[in-house]
């Protein structure tokens, strides 16, 4: 149950220019690559999304991509007593790092870059055995501060309850379904550029025993 996906890297890179040159770079390597933006005449700062690491902080806050989404109703058996299994929100720890370019310093390079908010789309593998009805995909705003030359971990929604009962309202199964999920985090450099980085995922969604 405590499997930890981490994300591809996903790089964005900024210009120096009076217009903000803007290019989500998909597919560039695995985390652990060589960790350059692509473009000969690129000179800025790199944001690359290192890793993405589910995360059960509502329950177990233990780092795993087995998300319950089925409430047991009567976790001791006795039909006299109410104790529900707990469940709650499923999150992701992020890992952001804000790199500057060989050769490139802070001025003129931005000195740091704000998110502003991110959106979480939801993909069920094509390959699942079961039932894995289509996900709403969330919207969320929250900011979070990047200083140049370093890196951040904070911690994101990823399964929020509501999908949870959407999951089993639409037929999901109780057996593990296999979903992508892929963040999109846009915001803004020192000088209001206007930036997006991208990083996925994948959570196994169904049904597993937390009663205490």
């Known amino acids: 149950m405590n499997k930890v996906n981490q994300a591809r890297a996903l790089r964005v890179w900024l210009s120096l220019g009076a217009t903000a040159a803007l290019g989500i770079l998909l597919g560039c390597g695995e985390i652990g690559g060589a960790g350059q933006c692509f473009g000969v005449d690129v000179t800025g700062l790199c944001l690359t999304v290192d890793s993405i690491v589910p995360t059960d902080t509502a329950v177990s806050n233990e780092d795993t991509n ?28 992020v890992t952001i ?15 740091f870059v ?27 705003t929250e900011s979070v501060k990047i200083n140049a030359d370093s890196s951040l971990t904070a911690t ?29 985090f846009t915001g803004k450099s020192q000088f209001f550029q206007d930036l997006v980085i991208q990083g996925a995922t994948n959570f196994d969604i169904g049904s597993w025993d937390n009663c205490e």
């Open 156 to 184: 994101f929604e990823l399964v929020p309850l509501d999908t949870k009962v959407e999951y089993v309202t639409n037929g999901g199964d109780t057996l593990p379904m296999n979903y992508s999920a892929i963040y999109t």
């Open 66 to 93: 087995a998300v319950d989404a089925f409430q047991f109703s009567d976790c001791d058996g006795d039909p006299l007593t109410l104790d529900f299994e707990p469940i709650g929100p499923h999150s992701a720890k």
């Open 114 to 140: 704000t998110l502003e908010g991110y959106t979480v789309e939801f993909f069920p593998n094509p390959n699942n055995s079961g039932s894995s009805p289509a996900l709403t995909g969330l919207i969320r």
């Open 97 to 111: 790092s804000a790199t500057l370019m060989p050769g490139v310093t802070s001025p003129p390079a931005p000195a």
